[in-house]
């Protein structure tokens, strides 16, 4: 069965601090996208940011980057100077191509910030 | 452009009654998914669909129906209401085009009780 993991249930960080949330997944394909989506108290799915198995290079958005270990089939999330809004639900997730190209999501990382 | 939509928000059901989830996406998107998200989980896939009138399962499809008449709607059946049906369901969408149309757009959830 293809899975993701994410070992930590809930993080806490302190404003303005640096925290990196753990992310392993298991899939046989060679071809497949990896995902980091936030979840804040509305529940609405935010996409993080997305990275491309094939791409070495470790994707960035702004505060966020991740880094990405094929070969260990590992994918955290790093939140630099972390922000009250940051305080939410994160998944990591992953979908293969082809086929249904469904996301397989993790069980969910709860991060709490310090002010 | 609103994305993906989805109706009612909320909804609390009687054991036995029946309704219709309704979804909507005005992007284009071929892909479309239903997850539903119990209580500290991540998402699982009800059921997807690659274009018009093509759906196929998913991992937890028992008790749901579903149809695509259109690119646009997805609408998500609950035949014979259970309480194991209590979630929150989530709609989402992808273009299928592969590399950055990959990334799957969610609605803001329908929270459905059922007592």
């Known amino acids: 069965a293809q899975t993701v993991t994410q070992s930590q249930p809930e993080m806490s960080v302190q404003e303005a601090e640096t925290v990196t949330l753990s992310c392993t997944y298991d899939t046989s394909e060679s071809d497949y996208y990896l995902f980091w989506y936030k979840q804040p108290p509305s529940r609405q799915m935010i996409l993080v940011i997305r990275q491309e198995a094939y791409k070495q290079q470790n994707a960035t958005e702004n505060r966020f980057s991740v880094n990405f270990q094929k070969a260990a089939k590992s994918f955290s999330l790093k939140i630099s100077d972390s922000q009250l809004g940051d305080a939410a639900m994160y998944f990591c997730a992953y979908t293969t191509q082809p086929g249904r190209r469904a996301l397989t999501f993790g069980s969910g990382t709860r991060l709490q910030v310090q002010p | 452009n609103a994305g993906v939509t989805q109706t009612p928000k909320f909804r609390i059901l009687k054991i036995g009654q029946s309704m219709t989830l309704q979804c909507t996406q005005d992007?284009?998107?071929?892909?479309m998914y239903w997850y539903r998200q119990d209580p500290g989980m991540g998402l699982k896939l009800i059921y997807y669909s690659v274009g018009a009138g093509i759906t196929d399962k998913g991992e937890v499809p028992n008790g749901y129906n579903v149809s695509r008449s259109t690119t646009e709607d997805f609408p998500l059946r609950l035949e014979l209401a259970a309480p194991s049906q209590t979630s929150v369901y989530f709609c989402?969408?992808?273009?299928?085009?592969?590399?950055?149309?990959?990334?799957?757009?969610f609605g803001p959830g329908t929270r459905l009780l059922v007592l």
């Open positions: 989402a969408s992808s273009y299928g085009g592969g590399r950055p149309q990959e990334t799957q757009y």
């Open positions: 992007m284009n998107h071929n892909y």
